[in-house]
């Protein structure tokens, strides 16, 4: 830790929800200022974690009463067993029988931590996408609390904190002040994380979204969203390295994704390389990434579009490294990164890298609300963790949730995937809408049918000939085109409907 890092814990605060005998023997503690957590477990002696040390109160067991007590001192467990303590960023975990009775706890002590941002704070106010990899306990989600403070307070952004277990602003409704001014939005578990974070620049319009743990295809397509609207995202995710990233199939996008793209004859003896080679599909999702190594030691690559390029093409890169000296000062150095990335041209499926694309973009689906409730709308996606968007545009939405006398009247667009129609405007009817969205949204035609894409593709590529698919509806036609597109070929669409289809046209 450097000399200008400051460490706050709200050590009293801790201590009120503790029994008398554990709250007396932690107060003589010599070392309770550096107390983690405290273990409790019905029938074993209590022990207590500190930095250096582990130590226990004595020989007698954890008794119910002291779960007991403990327990109605803080808020109800959310669904992943957490509970907090308002305005504080202490944190209890429930271990449960088989009956749900809590029979364990893990008590642990939260800091806020001042002063971590230094090492990277121009990067930060830099006003690009950032994106901060990490092994766990690292100081990742430390970094992004300080990023929320500095933006809101000293740079008077609107900030908004998608917290989904509450480790940056601490548990309670009332955030705690280690994010400034920031603005905290709660997820009610962890698979909502991406609505939320739709919803969140939907609805309050910031400038900054703070996301922690972006971990799943429809978290990182809900953060392409992001970035696409203008507004300057800044998240960690899972891995410890950008090579580790791009290796990751499901987060890969989130550097731009990974293609495989067969060259014809010529190009491929012209490059040196073999037919099947890795490029990036689309721009890269966040434009700079940190990979932190430790709390003050880090290495930024500062163009993930060039970087990815170079990797993938076997070029060399570097990153600038970054790390306090002796006397408290900030040293940077480009130092050359060893190849280390597992993707390799030979070991991919082009078709099931195609499809693993197009099946992420369509994960987060676009919903047209017609003649009904966007609130019901809304609350019957959460509550049932769709990762869906609502959408006022006819032409961007993938499904329609409309009033019958509304569908009747013609004003549900006609190239979108499926309409669901409600006999009135009621959060059951939305409800049972909903459930049937959700079976909807991932159809075995809509497989098929990108297959069928992706294996015409190969035989045009291979043939040089022209390829007509089979009739399928507006919506799938257009993945089928984006597919297509995205392997450098060309398609247009031929026949009227129902007969309506795509062509997939040769070089």
Same mark, same amino acid.
């Given at each position: ?9 709200? %050590? ?9 005998? %554990?709250?007396?023997? +932690?107060?003589?503690?010599?070392? +309770? ?23 226990? %109160?004595?020989?007698?067991?954890? +008794? ?31 271990? /449960?029988? /088989? ?48 990023? #929320? ?22 548990? &309670? ?15 009610? &578990?962890?698979? #909502? ?27 990182? #397509?809900?953060? /392409? ?24 199939? @499901? ?6 994704? %990974? ?13 040196? @390389? ?7 599909? #689309? ?30 093409? &076997?070029?060399?890169?570097?990153? *600038? ?5 002796? &006397? ?13 990335? @597992? ?45 869906? @968007? ?44 909903? *459930? ?62 129902? /007969? ?6 040769? +070089?």
């Amino acid at each position: 830790m450097t000399p200008n890092e400051t460490v706050q814990a709200d %050590i009293d605060r801790f201590l009120e929800v503790l029994p008398d005998r %554990i709250r007396h023997w +932690l107060q003589s503690h010599e070392h +309770l200022s550096d107390l983690k957590e405290v273990i409790i477990d019905l029938g074993r002696p209590i022990g207590a974690r500190f930095i250096q040390m582990h130590d226990q %109160i004595d020989s007698s067991p954890a +008794l119910r009463a002291d779960i007991d007590f403990v327990t109605s001192r803080i808020a109800e467990f959310d669904r992943d067993n957490r509970s907090g303590i308002e305005e504080t960023l202490h944190r209890i975990s429930a271990i /449960r029988n /088989r009956h749900g009775n809590v029979i364990g706890l893990t008590c642990r002590v939260g800091r806020a931590v001042y002063g971590t941002l230094e090492i990277v704070r121009d990067v930060i106010e830099s006003g690009f996408n950032i994106l901060m990899l990490g092994p766990p306990g690292v100081g990742k989600t430390t970094k992004l609390r300080e990023v #929320a403070r500095v933006l809101a307070d000293e740079f008077d952004k609107r900030v908004v904190v998608v917290d989904t277990s509450n480790e940056i602003g601490g548990g &309670g409704d009332v955030p705690h002040p280690a994010i400034g001014h920031a603005r905290r939005m709660q997820v009610p &578990g962890d698979r #909502a994380q991406s609505q939320v974070m739709i919803e969140a620049v939907e609805n309050h319009m910031p400038e900054v979204v703070v996301v922690d743990e972006i971990g799943t295809e429809a978290e990182a #397509a809900a953060a /392409r969203t992001i970035a696409e609207r203008g507004v300057q995202l800044i998240a960690t995710a899972h891995g410890n390295n950008l090579e580790n990233l791009m290796a990751n199939p @499901t987060l890969s996008d989130l550097v731009g994704g %990974i293609q495989a793209v067969v060259l014809s004859d010529e190009e491929a003896k012209r490059r040196g @390389t073999q037919k099947t080679v890795l490029e990036r599909q #689309a721009p890269p999702t966040f434009d700079i990434i940190v990979e932190i190594h430790g709390i003050n030691h880090l290495a930024i690559h500062h163009d993930v579009a060039e970087t990815v390029d170079s990797i993938l093409q &076997g070029r060399p890169i570097t990153a *600038e490294v970054r790390e306090f000296d002796d &006397g408290g000062e900030i040293v940077a150095v480009e130092t050359p990164v060893p190849p280390a990335v @597992t993707v390799r041209p030979e070991a991919a499926d082009p078709l099931e890298a195609e499809l693993r694309h197009t099946e992420s973009r369509t994960r987060v689906i676009r919903v047209l609300p017609v003649g009904i409730s966007r609130e019901h709308l809304e609350r019957a996606l959460r509550e049932q963790r769709i990762p869906a @968007t609502i959408t006022q545009e006819p032409d961007e939405a993938d499904f329609a949730i409309a009033l019958e006398r509304a569908a009747e009247l013609g004003r549900v667009p006609e190239d979108i995937m499926a309409t669901i129609t409600v006999r009135s405007n009621t959060y059951p009817q939305i409800e049972e809408a909903v *459930e049937a969205l959700a079976a909807e949204r991932s159809t075995p035609r809509e497989e098929f049918a990108l297959r069928e894409a992706a294996d015409a593709v190969e035989k045009v590529l291979a043939e040089n000939v022209p390829v007509e698919l089979l009739p399928q509806n507006a919506y799938v036609r257009r993945l089928q085109r984006e597919l297509i597109g995205r392997r450098n070929l060309t398609s247009k669409t031929v026949g009227e409907e129902p /007969r309506r289809r795509v062509r997939v046209l040769p +070089l």
